[in-house]
């Protein structure tokens, strides 16, 4: 009984300490439960240690504070937290001159799965702000750092050496781990990777060699090579023999000049190299005039049946250009196309692409000689072809330009494209001069023209004796109808568009001492037919001519030059009217007009 009245009397003083300890507890309440003392609510300790003290445990795992959620947890709420143990602290911030509020947090975060596991999460705050967690420990080994025995150890655990960490299982007879030890059989501090089995001991030699695995853990940079500032050059070595080198200054290079290869010709081969200014390739070769390759680019899959045709690789350089709205990507590049026959043949292929899109082929040379720009290729040897739509410039892109519009058509213009004139080659043996849209025939403005040593064959000529037209009976000037007779009256020019026209022939009148009023006209289109009302190009002075009796013919020639005519066909003809009656006509008529 004494035993038990002073149970009672310890258990009244300590909930009286409590009380008194706890003030923000009053109004909760203390449970003695299975031998635990629970509370309720939250407790805040206002000064001293709150200690609990739990002897003669042994080594049995024993709570000593519990913090817990009892709510359990649904498949509408599948994850119920712990609360968290909170560590409180506050320090001075230079920036805003004030008092911050420090806090670390320990909690435990179950994860919902068909096994769940959990987290613990060790978690930090500033001032309140949203908490980060630098360290998180998983329940299952891939998810953290978990405890000996599993994931990590860092110390001697080992004969093998002092300091050491091991990475994965680090039972003695597992023999296939990677670890890292601090060597002490040496001055030099260097680090070996070894088994971490105990058994194994430091890796050395080739059943090794694909155990070892050196990456970044985090973002940041890995570092391979000799302290900061140092400058130690690192070294690849095989048999003894320095084969490969990173020197002080960053530089990668062999270990003896010439003699090793970076990949093979089999299936070991580099794929693909960036540089990011140049690539020189050479030295002191001392090649004279032998053809020796330098850059290599291959492709040994051997051609079939199936399929014959097995390209190059091709270089291709690229840069980039703005087209006023995003950056497009501007590349050329060369290849090696074969082409399958009973003598098999190539083509070199320069080729372009704006932004990706398809190639296109400016240029190609064949293994026959000919060179192709543009995309008309054509057969031949030895040629020189180019795309209808190609052209031939002088003076670096700003002097004479020479295009081809169609077979048998050139034009050779200013770099404007504004003036100039176009060659018609498709008449044999004849050469057309025309103006640049290839419509009309253009003017050759020269001194003199000479073919085979004849001077002026070239000119357009004709000459004609129409019949005799019916005369005009009244004295209002018309047409005589020369230019639309049967043996007409007209001349195409060819060459300069001036033109010499002559009238010859007899004029009569009806009435004695009458006579004819006469005029030379010409006139490009429909000619004019007998008696149409006056038209045309006047060229002479208006001409009158008496006639003594109704029989008498009275001769008479007209001649006049004009230049700057089209070279188009041009009619010429007479304006004729009687005098004071009568009527007036012109009789045996040569009309003769030749270019100059």
């Given at each position: ?17 409590v ?15 299975n ?9 805040t ?8 003290t ?6 049995i ?18 994850v ?14 230079t920036?805003?001159a004030?008092?911050?509020t ?7 975060v179950?994860?919902s ?23 998180q ?49 040496t ?16 890796m050395?030699?080739?059943s ?6 050196l ?11 000799p ?29 003896l000049?010439?003699?090793?290869d ?10 693909t ?17 032998t053809?020796?390759?330098?850059d290599?680019l291959q492709?040994?899959?051997?051609a ?27 590349d ?6 074969p082409?399958?026959?009973?003598t098999?043949?190539g ?34 040897t ?10 031939v ?14 077979n ?29 849209a290839q419509?009309?025939?253009?003017t ?26 019916t ?25 300069t ?23 030379l ?10 008696a ?30 004009v ?6 066909a ?27």
């Amino acid at each position: 009984m004494r035993r038990w009245r002073r149970g009672i009397a310890a258990v009244l003083i300590l909930v009286l300490a409590v009380f008194v300890a706890l003030p923000g507890a009053q109004g909760q309440f203390w449970v003695l439960v299975n031998g635990a003392l629970n509370y309720t609510g939250s407790v805040t300790v206002t000064s001293g240690p709150l200690t609990q003290t739990g002897n003669g445990l042994a080594a049995i795992s024993t709570d000593g504070l519990v913090l817990q959620n009892l709510t359990d947890a649904t498949a509408g709420v599948p994850v119920q937290q712990s609360p968290r143990l909170r560590l409180r602290s506050n320090v001075w911030n230079t920036t805003s001159a004030a008092t911050n509020t420090n806090d670390w947090i320990l909690e435990s975060v179950p994860v919902s799965a068909a096994t769940p596991s959990g987290l613990l999460k060790i978690g930090s705050s500033l001032n309140g702000g949203a908490y980060t967690y630098p360290l998180q420990i998983g329940s299952t080994l891939g998810l953290g750092i978990a405890p000996d025995g599993s994931n990590f150890i860092l110390g001697s655990t080992s004969a093998v050496g002092n300091p050491r960490i091991d990475i994965a299982n680090t039972s003695a007879a597992n023999s296939s781990r990677v670890g890292f030890i601090g060597r002490s059989d040496t001055a030099q501090g260097v680090f070996d990777i070894f088994s971490s089995g105990f058994v194994s001991g430091p890796m050395t030699g080739i059943s090794y060699a694909n155990l070892v695995w050196l990456s970044s853990v985090n973002a940041g940079t890995f570092l391979i090579g000799p302290l900061v500032g140092a400058s130690t050059p690192i070294v690849f070595t095989t048999n003894s023999l320095p084969r490969w080198k990173i020197d002080a200054t960053g530089h990668f290079i062999g270990g003896l000049d010439n003699s090793y290869d970076i990949g093979a010709s089999g299936a070991t081969r580099p794929r693909t190299g960036y540089f990011g200014t140049s690539v020189v390739q050479g030295g002191l070769l001392n090649l004279a005039t032998t053809s020796t390759d330098g850059d290599v680019l291959q492709n040994t899959t051997a051609a079939t049946g199936g399929t014959p045709v097995q390209i190059s690789p091709r270089i291709r350089w690229g840069g980039t250009a703005y087209d006023t709205a995003a950056s497009q990507t501007v590349d050329f590049f060369a290849e090696n196309l074969p082409a399958t026959a009973a003598t098999p043949t190539g083509t070199w292929r320069l080729g372009y692409s704006l932004n990706g899109a398809t190639a296109t082929y400016p240029m190609t040379v064949s293994s026959i000689g000919n060179v192709v720009f543009g995309a008309n290729i054509q057969t031949g040897t030895g040629s020189v072809l180019l795309a209808n739509t190609s052209e031939v410039r002088w003076g670096g892109g700003a002097g004479a330009l020479l295009t081809s519009t169609a077979n048998g058509l050139f034009n050779l213009t200013n770099n404007a494209r504004n003036a100039g004139f176009g060659l018609d080659a498709l008449t044999d043996a004849v050469l057309k001069v025309r103006t640049r849209a290839q419509s009309a025939y253009a003017t050759v403005d020269a001194l003199a023209y000479q073919t085979s040593g004849v001077p002026g064959v070239g000119f357009a000529l004709s000459h004609a004796n129409p019949a005799n037209q019916t005369g005009n009976g009244t004295a209002t000037l018309k047409m005589n109808g020369l230019g639309a007779a049967g043996a007409p009256c007209t001349i195409t020019p060819t060459s300069t568009g001036r033109v010499v026209f002559t009238i010859t022939g007899d004029l009569t009148n009806s009435v004695i001492l009458d006579g004819v009023t006469y005029k030379l006209v010409y006139g490009t289109g429909g000619a004019p037919a007998n008696a149409a009302a006056a038209t045309g190009t006047v060229i002479s002075a208006t001409r009158t001519a008496a006639v003594s009796t109704a029989a008498q013919q009275q001769g008479f020639s007209v001649t006049a030059s004009v230049t700057g005519l089209s070279l188009v066909a041009t009619w010429f003809d007479l304006q004729i009217a009687d005098v004071t009656g009568g009527t007036a006509s012109v009789l045996n008529i040569d009309c003769t007009a030749h270019e100059i």
